[in-house]
C-alpha cells in the first residue's frame, strides 16, 4: 500500500480556489483602501477570486439590484468568505444590515484595531458586537500590514480549503 494518496489529497485541498468578498474603506481613504487593494491582489495571486463589492456590481450577465445593499447580500451569499477590514460607515452598515445574519456572518473575518474594537463595545451595536458569529481579529496599528493580515488570513483560508475537500470527499465528488 503506497501512502503517497495522502500527499495528492493535501495538495489538492490546498488548491481548492475560494470565492473572497472584501469589504473595506473606499479609495477617499487612501491607507485603508490600499490596505484593502493589497489583501484583494495577494489572494487573487495565489488562485482565489478575491473582488470588492464595486467590481461585483458591474458583472454578471444580468443587471444589478438597484437597491446597492440587496446587491451586496447576493454577493454575501455567492462567497466563500467575506473579508472586512472594518473602519468606514459603510462597513458599519454592511455589518449592521448584512453581517446580521447568521449565515452570513459566520463566513465573515472582520479586520479590526484595537483602539475601535474598545469604542464599538461602547457603541448602541455593542451587544451585536460581542455576539457576532463573525471571526474578529484585533490588530495593534503598528500590526496591521498587509504581511501580518495575510498570514492570518491564510490560515483562515487552509482551513476552509480542508472543510471543502473533506465535504467533496463525502460526496463522492
Known amino acids: 500500500m503506497s501512502w503517497k494518496k495522502i500527499d495528492i489529497h493535501r495538495r489538492r485541498a490546498r488548491q481548492i480556489a475560494l470565492n473572497i468578498l472584501v469589504w473595506g474603506p473606499s479609495h477617499k481613504d487612501r491607507q485603508g483602501y490600499t490596505l484593502r487593494l493589497n489583501i484583494k491582489n495577494y489572494l487573487n495571486k495565489n488562485g482565489h477570486s478575491a473582488k470588492f463589492s464595486e467590481e461585483l456590481f458591474k458583472e454578471g450577465k444580468i443587471k444589478a439590484a438597484t437597491d446597492p445593499l440587496i446587491d451586496e447580500i447576493f454577493h454575501a451569499d455567492a462567497a466563500n468568505l467575506i473579508i472586512v477590514l472594518y473602519g468606514s460607515k459603510g462597513t458599519q452598515t454592511e455589518f ?9 456572518a459566520q463566513k465573515a473575518v472582520i479586520l479590526l484595531k484595537e483602539s475601535i474594537w474598545g469604542e464599538l463595545q461602547r457603541s448602541l451595536s455593542g451587544l451585536a458586537w460581542k455576539n457576532t458569529q463573525a471571526e474578529i481579529l484585533q490588530f495593534s496599528d503598528k500590526d496591521l500590514t498587509v504581511h501580518n493580515v495575510c498570514c492570518k488570513l491564510d490560515e483562515i483560508i487552509e482551513k476552509l480549503q480542508f472543510d471543502e475537500y473533506i465535504r467533496r470527499l463525502r460526496l463522492g465528488n
Open 96 to 104: 449592521d444590515r448584512i453581517l446580521a445574519y447568521e449565515k452570513f
